[in-house]
Every structure is written in C-alpha cells, then in structure tokens.
C-alpha cells in the first residue's frame, strides 16, 4: 500500500528547489504574536466559531529538543565518592542533541543530565570535577551541583577534534590530545594540551605528535604513555611535558591501559594489509593486545586469539578487583587473565562495543554500546542492557490528563513514555507487537496503540497501564480519536470501523466503500477525512471521503488519485485540509467543505505527518529527506513560512498543550533506534520578503536554513471543549 513505501530512496534523488517570496526565518516569541494568534497587543484571544486560539508566553529561542536517555553513547567516568557514572551523548553533535547523562547504578535509573556537554571526558576526585572536550576546548564540570563553572576555548583548530583524555591525578592535570582531521593526511599531526583543573587553564602544549590513539597515566614511574595508529608509543614526562622516549614494533595500536599490579602496559592493536599470494590479492588482518614494559621500554609479548577483525580489538580496561584485563573486540567484550594471557569469559553477538569504563564503587565494568551501554558484572559473569529505549519510535500521542507523551517503538514491542513536564522518559508500557500508532481517549482515559504484526488494536487503561481490551483484524495504522463524538476510527481490509473508548466495543462501521484509513479529524464540525485504500475486492481510483462523525453520513467524496495523499491535517482557522503528496508534489490545500483543491504549495517535499499548531495557527509538514525537516505554513497566505532542522527522519507527531510543543517520532522506520523531540511553538513576522529558500540534497541529506527553539514551559489557555487540534495520531 501507498503509505508503507520509505520515502528515503526518493531523498537520494531530490533536487534543489526553492519557494519565492519566503517571510522571513527568525522566530519571534510575543505577548502578543502576530499572525494567527492575535491582530493586537491588546487582544486576549480570535475567536473563529468554537475555535480560541490564545497568545503565546514569552520564551527564550533554542532548536528542538531530543528527548533520550543515551543516545550515541561514548565515553563515561564513575565519580567514586557518590557512585554516579558520568555518560557521553551525541559527542560533536548541535547543543539541543547532546548530553551527559548521570546514571545511579544502585537504582538502576537515571537522576540527571547536564545538558549540552558531551565529549571524552575524565573525572578528577581532588576536586570533584568533569573535565570534558568538545567543540574547539573543554568544559569543567561542579559533578556536586552538574553545572559547567568553567570553559577553555581555542585549543583546537578548526579542522581538528579530541579523540582521547587522559588524568594524572599525582598533579591535578588534564592530558587532551587533538588530532588534525580534515583536508589531509591523518599523519600530519597531533598535539596535546594540558590543563590544570585547579586554574581551569591550557598550562602546557605539547607539539610533534602523531595521530594520538590512546593515552594511560603510569602511577608507577610518573609518565605518561601515549599510542599513535602510526608511529607506536610516545613516552612522555609530565614534569617536564616533554617527549623522553618512543616504542615501535607495534601494528595498529589502539588505546593503552595501564596494570598497576604487575606494573605493565596493555595495548590493543589491530591493522589491515592487501597482499598479493600468487597474483591473487587478498586483504590480511592482524589482532591481538602487545604487553609493554615500561621499565625497560619494550614489547614483552602478545596476547593473541582475538577475532581477527581489521577493526578491532579498540578498547581496553583493567579491572583491579578481579585482575582482569576487559577488551573490546569487534563483536564481543574479552575478559583476559594477563598473568597467564588466557581468556576467562567473554561476551559475543555485539557490534562494536566501548570505550570501557571500570567503576570502583561496585567493581563492574560499563561498555558503550549503541543508544545504551553494557553493565558487565565479573563477579557473576552477567551482563545487563542499560538504555535503548528508542526502537524507530514511529507514532506519538498527548495524554492531556497527566501531561505524558506516549512513543511506540515500532520494531519492538514497548511504547515509551515521556514526561511532558520536564521532558524526560519516565517508563515504558510492555506487550505490544510492533506498535505502529498510538492514540488518546480523554473520556475513557485509555490508550489505544495499533499492532502492526498481528493486526490488533490494544486498549490500555491508563489509571493501571493494563491492556483491558483488543480488537482484531484492524489496519493498526489508519487510527483517529475524534473529540467532539468520543469514539475512535479505525481502518480495516473491508471498511473503517467506530470504536468507542466507554465500552471497547465497535459500535458502528462503514463497509460501502472497501477498506478505508482515517486521515484527518475536524471535531469542530463533527467530520472525518478517510481515503479508500485499493486492494482486490475494490481496486483503485482512490477517492477522499468526508463523513459526518455523529452518523457516518457521507458529507462529499472526490476522485483523488492522481493527487497521492500521504497524511493530512485540519486547519480549523481557515477550515482545509493540508494533505502533503507523494513523490516530491508538495502539499495540497483541498476545501473541507466540498474536497475541492484550492491550490498547491510547490517543493520537494516528501511528508511523513501533517499537524494543525493551535497555538500559533500554523500547519506544520514533517518532512523526510535525509535528516529531516518541519516545514511551518501560514493557511491564511499558504505560504511556508518558516523551516525547522530536525535531529533525524521524522515520522508522526503529536502536539502537547501544556507545554506549547510538538512531539515528533524520529528515526528510520526500519532501523531500532531513533528518538522523540520536542519543538516549542512560536510565531514568525508574517510579511513577505524576496527571500529564496534552496534546500540541497545531497548523498540524501538536507541542509536546513534556521534551527527553531526550545520549549515553552508555560500552559496556555487550552481550545475550547469541541476542540480544535488535530487529534488525530496516525
């Protein structure tokens, strides 16, 4: 069917495009916001029939919001006096997308975030900070109160980043290497800065270093020892900060990790080489850990038995409690006795696990892994998921009672739930299959979220969060909650069936017109949007059909196949529908009352979701090429007015009225990862300008003009009772 297509082959082969007389891009936060929301200062509200639409709060600008707990973990420390790990997000990523999550391993559960550090990092106990890199220098980080009391700026320039970290905690410095990156060679260089957390200051510049891999602190003999891919092991005097000594002999080496119990270094290497064996050529791969002597300065010999993998082993820890040494391998965690250099145990079935981290309160070791990482117990030899809680979130809804958002994940069998109030995730509901929508009943406090892989329609009592009722042979896709008669739509193979939330029990169904999908909702006037889907029994054309919600009375119904409607919205204020069109056509404006198109606004656009903002008066178009974007329209010029850069492919969205936001599912729908943002409603100067918007695919991604803002925490006057917002979640 139409709607299962994944526009993202189309985005490889967008075009550029633009929009002529485009208002302008800046945002404006107002008492008094112009466009729909108000004609003047003094104006509370405009009234169109039920409809209210009320001012916007003022609210500071910022782009979207990602809501996640772990999301492209990287590095992490544990600070030993409260046992907290310090988690890496999105590390290089915009300030909206990246984080530090602060995990209670005692409680198994999240307590805080820093937000917008994320970097490699290290953790100095004497006093008590963060230290992490990121954009062109560091942060320092109070972890008493988890706010940044210091920044360095300028050490790396553009064109350089900070792979590796390293803590001599004898003397309270930071050893943060930045490597060149871009327009050359890896080989042309490194160069270590050091840092004092007592002064929060670069002291020191260390120069003539290669691509730097790896950095470990000797407590032993007071220096530090640094890897490059390229050259092997620099040794450096951190009295001096000066280059005392090198090592070679090493292939590939990766990190280096320092075993203070038979005083050696431990260093994972792995590289790859095309030979030529009697004219066949054939690539060659190398694996295993080098020990080092730093007292004599020389490989002492190898641990081998790795998977012998061009990409692996990378990472290494050394645990200790248990006096092991803990690698990370390509697809597996290695637990290696060095004293004998046999494995203990090991951990299979991964894709590029780490970096490693060794906590010293409870003596386990955390692997990054993913949107999560790993909790690696040594003692009994079990391993626990931590995160992951996105699997292609697809479907969103507002539960206006409790001010929750309700996520599915559509390639498992959870539906997330967010806490709209301060937007974090606060659970998951369990015993889905494959929910691919979600859907709010107000009057029966219930959820209703659609299975895709067994073609049933769960109802969740959201005062227990237990599913108290199913129904069967629906198309989990095609579901409407319409305020203004209570009762819930759903499409099914041989019509479109009527729901209601009181009894769970269909009590009406359309079956004239062969399989229908709900598609738009108007519980200002009572009518739902459903398009006939072809099959078998009633094959195409594809007809648009507006009916009476109360009595299932056919209002108009219109030939729209050759349009290819993707999803729709109801904008109450000037009473269209906005449907956005399959194959880059754009966006239609069809009039509600007749299914009439008015016109079309042109673009490339390939819609994934549609939504009516009632608290601006806008329509808003998710968008998917590549990483995508939400397109805002003003109905009263149909004109876009505005774009806003998305973190990830979006998919559905949901708009929350306490908090003045739309929640947007975002990820590829066949991918199991993916998140949910939050974008704040403002309004935008409505005036026309000469202004061209070029949107340049390229290798399937997007480049966005503007990033829109962060959320509105104030509640707004809510639509009046018959409605108004779109509350359909499909």
Request: aromatic fraction near 10%; charge should be negative; charged fraction near 15%.
């Amino acid at each position: 069917m139409w709607r299962r297509f994944t526009p993202r082959a189309v985005a490889a082969v967008s075009v550029a495009f633009f929009l002529l007389v485009f208002g302008p891009l800046q945002g404006t936060p107002s008492d008094a916001p112009s466009g729909h929301a108000a004609t003047s200062v003094g104006e509370a509200a405009t009234n169109v029939g039920e409809l209210s639409i009320q001012p916007l709060a003022v609210s500071a600008l910022s782009e979207p919001y990602s809501i996640f707990n772990f999301k492209n973990v990287g590095s992490s420390v544990v600070d030993p006096g409260t046992g907290y790990l310090y988690v890496s997000n999105n590390e290089g990523s915009s300030l909206g997308s990246r984080r530090t999550t602060i995990f209670d391993p005692v409680r198994s559960s999240v307590v805080g975030f820093i937000e917008g550090v994320a970097g490699p990092m290290v953790f100095d106990s004497a006093h008590g900070e963060l230290v992490v890199l990121q954009d062109d220098g560091a942060v320092f980080v109070n972890t008493s109160t988890d706010q940044v009391v210091a920044s360095v700026f300028g050490l790396a320039p553009e064109g350089w980043r900070h792979p590796v970290i390293a803590l001599d905690p004898v003397e309270g410095l930071v050893y943060a290497a930045n490597n060149f990156q871009s327009n050359g060679p890896i080989w042309l260089g490194s160069t270590i800065h050091v840092l004092s957390v007592r002064l929060h200051a670069a002291v020191a510049q260390i120069n003539g270093l290669w691509w730097t891999s790896g950095i470990a602190f000797d407590a032993q003999d007071g220096n530090l020892y640094v890897t490059s891919n390229i050259r092997g092991m620099t040794v450096i005097d951190p009295r001096m900060n000066a280059v005392i000594g090198a090592l070679s002999g090493f292939d590939g080496p990766n990190e280096v990790a320092f075993n203070p119990d038979d005083g050696n270094l431990y260093v994972p290497s792995s590289n790859g080489r095309y030979v030529n064996e009697g004219g066949t050529v054939r690539e060659v791969c190398t694996a295993g850990v080098a020990i080092v002597d730093p007292r004599t300065r020389q490989i002492v010999g190898t641990i081998a038995g790795f998977h012998a993998g061009c990409n692996g082993p990378n990472h290494v820890v050394y645990d200790p409690d248990d006096r092991n040494l803990y690698v990370a391998n390509e697809t597996s965690i290695v637990a290696v006795d060095p004293s004998t250099r046999l494995f203990r145990w090991e951990i299979s079935g991964l894709e590029y696990p780490g970096p490693l981290t060794y906590d010293p309160v409870n003596h386990h070791v955390y692997a990054a892994s993913g949107d999560g990482f790993l909790d690696l117990d040594p003692v009994a030899r079990q391993v626990a998921s931590i995160g992951q809680d996105y699997a292609s979130p697809f479907a969103v809804a507002y539960d206006s009672s409790r001010n929750r958002v309700y996520a599915t994940n559509r390639v498992s069998t959870s539906v997330v739930v967010i806490d709209g109030a301060t937007n974090r995730i606060v659970g998951h509901l369990q015993g889905f299959s494959s929910p691919d929508s979600v859907t709010y009943d107000p009057l029966a406090d219930e959820l209703f979220v659609g299975n895709e892989r067994n073609y049933t329609l769960s109802i969740v009592d959201l005062g227990t969060n237990r599913t108290v009722g199913t129904i069967p042979s629906v198309l989990p896709w095609g579901v409407l909650y319409d305020s203004r008669s209570g009762h819930v739509f759903v499409s099914t193979d041989t019509g479109m069936d009527v729901v209601s939330g009181q009894t769970n029990t269909i009590i009406a169904n359309v079956t004239a017109y062969g399989s229908l999908s709900p598609i738009a909702v108007d519980s200002v006037h009572g009518r739902i949007f459903a398009l006939t889907e072809p099959n078998v029994t009633y094959p195409a054309p594809v007809h648009l059909i507006a009916f009476d919600s109360a009595n299932l009375t056919v209002l108009w119904e219109v030939n729209e196949t050759d349009l290819g409607i993707t999803c729709a919205a109801f904008d109450p204020l000037n009473e269209n529908l906005y449907a956005g069109l399959w194959g880059g056509a754009g966006i239609a404006v069809i009039e509600s009352t007749t299914g009439r198109v008015l016109t079309r606004i042109p673009g490339s656009f390939l819609p994934t979701a549609v939504l009516f903002n009632p608290s601006n008066g806008y329509v808003y178009v998710a968008d998917q090429p590549g990483y995508g974007v939400l397109w805002v329209i003003d109905g009263s010029s149909n004109r876009v007015i505005h774009q806003i850069a998305l973190p990830d492919e979006p998919n559905r969205m949901a708009y929350d009225d306490a908090n003045q936001a739309i929640y947007v599912a975002l990820g590829h729908p066949l991918e199991s990862a993916g998140l949910v943002a939050a974008v704040p409603s403002l309004v935008y100067p409505t005036e026309s300008s000469s202004i061209a918007l070029w949107i340049v695919a390229i290798g399937g991604g997007v480049s966005a003009l503007v990033l829109a803002v962060v959320l509105i925490r104030r509640r707004r006057a809510r639509l009046g009772s018959e409605g108004g917002r779109n509350d359909g979640h499909f």
